[in-house]
């Protein structure tokens, strides 16, 4: 629904700047213009539309791949992690679409131990939900021929007592001096594409990697811990982790409490 409107709003526009340039060009001048208002649309075109479907068709034709080679339908997920976060990753998608087709801010998380596994080997998983008013669990379903069912749940605990979580205190340990380039590329490259492609497939766009390390997210009016970075930098070496960061496509912004990254 939002990209039919943003590809509405633009179409808008495009018409505009035509009227707008019969209106007060003439001759070679418009032809010129005409050129670059053409030009510049497809070019956002092709970015903001096209080149999403192309890669979901070819995320499809990746797990139809998968489905198609018998022999590594019956491997363990165990014993080939690489095909297991493929898989899950994947999946995660196709779930996403499912729900946001019908609640387009809604977020959720796995609450089923390995759930690349139930994929695998068909059963049914459970996932909390978050940005539903009505809902706040799924169960999802899966068989050997790929199909995935999904049934909204609402689960109300018969005692509603709070459950607050206690963090202990941390002595502030001193890090040593560490170029944020040696660290990237070392440490932070990996993790943070496998942290940003597990949010993303789950309907996250942004994360915030506190001083210490730990990156949290919001689920709901919670802030949930998802990982923790070793030997992050200290805010000192902020600005040159932001520049690092930008060079591998990452966008990310200096904030109180650390660093926002956003994709």
């Known amino acids: 629904m939002r990209r039919f409107q943003k590809m509405s709003n633009s179409v808008a526009l495009l018409i505009v700047a035509v009227l707008c340039i019969t209106s007060f060009a003439r001759g ?4 010129i213009l005409f050129g670059v208002v053409f030009l510049a649309w497809g070019i956002y075109a092709f970015i903001s539309f096209l080149l999403p479907i192309i890669a979901r068709q070819k995320r499809r034709r990746e797990l139809r791949r998968i489905s198609e080679e018998p022999q590594k ?3 363990g997920t165990e014993d080939n992690p690489k095909l297991k976060y493929l898989l899950l990753c994947h999946v995660n998608h196709r779930i996403t679409g499912y729900i946001k087709s019908t609640y387009p801010d809604a977020t959720w998380a796995w609450k089923t131990n ?3 596994d139930i994929m695998a080997n068909g059963g049914t998983g459970r996932i909390e939900l978050f940005g539903i008013k009505d809902f706040n669990f799924a169960d999802i379903s899966f068989d050997n021929s790929a199909n995935i069912e999904c049934s909204l749940l609402k689960v109300v605990s018969l005692k509603h007592a709070a459950q607050k979580e206690c963090k202990d205190a941390q002595a502030d340990i001193a890090k040593s001096e560490i170029d944020p380039q040696v660290w990237f590329d070392k440490t932070g490259h990996e993790v943070l594409k496998k942290i940003i492609a597990d949010l993303s497939s789950r309907g996250h766009n942004s994360l915030t990697i506190q001083d210490d390390g730990s990156c949290i997210i919001t689920q709901g ?3 949930i811990t998802v990982r923790h970075l070793e030997a992050f930098p200290e805010k000192v070496y902020h600005p040159k982790l932001i ?3 930008a060079g591998a496509g990452i966008a990310a912004k200096s904030v109180d409490a650390g660093l926002a990254v956003t994709w």
């Open 73 to 75: 339908r019956t491997v």
């Open 221 to 223: 009016d919670k802030t």
């Open 114 to 116: 390995n759930p690349a």
């Open 243 to 245: 520049k690092v960061l």
């Open 28 to 31: 070679t001048l418009q032809l």
